[in-house]
């Protein structure tokens, strides 16, 4: 059974740093492509930033660009996400999702193709 487990979620003021992590389990993660999505209040889910298998290719929402580091270690099966320079329009939370189809990647993310998430965790950027 597939389990994606984040943690590293918290309270931050505008201008701080949080590292989320996922642990993964259930599948073989290096064969997967991995991402990032959020649902802030009130919101529609949104896409964040994703990472082919071998963790070479990144993208990413313009809105994190250059703030928002997505990375993965295959041997340990975890996936991160480093947020600096955090905005009060960061405050969400935060979903790993795993691509349903091993080997696959496309730059432009389909929410179809990452169907499986784990339960989550919360930024909260306020000051």
């Known amino acids: 059974e597939v389990h994606l487990v984040e943690s590293g979620g918290g309270l931050v003021q505008p201008g701080g740093s949080l590292r989320l992590s996922c642990q993964a389990s259930?599948?073989?993660?290096?064969?997967?492509?991995m991402g990032w999505v959020r649902r802030a209040p009130g919101q529609e889910v949104e896409w964040v930033s994703h990472?082919?298998?071998?963790?070479?290719?990144?993208y990413y929402q313009d809105s994190v660009k250059g703030r928002f580091t997505i990375s993965r270690d295959n041997a340990k099966n975890m996936l991160y996400l480093q947020l600096n320079n955090l905005e009060t329009e960061d405050t969400a939370m935060y979903y790993c999702?795993?691509?349903?189809?091993?080997?696959?990647?496309?730059?432009?993310?389909?929410?179809?193709?990452?169907?499986?998430w784990g339960q989550g965790t919360q930024v909260t950027v306020s000051s």
């Open positions: 990472i082919n298998s071998a963790g070479k290719r990144m």
């Open positions: 259930g599948f073989v993660f290096g064969n997967h492509a």
């Open positions: 999702a795993k691509c349903e189809r091993p080997y696959y990647f496309d730059r432009t993310w389909f929410p179809g193709d990452y169907k499986t």
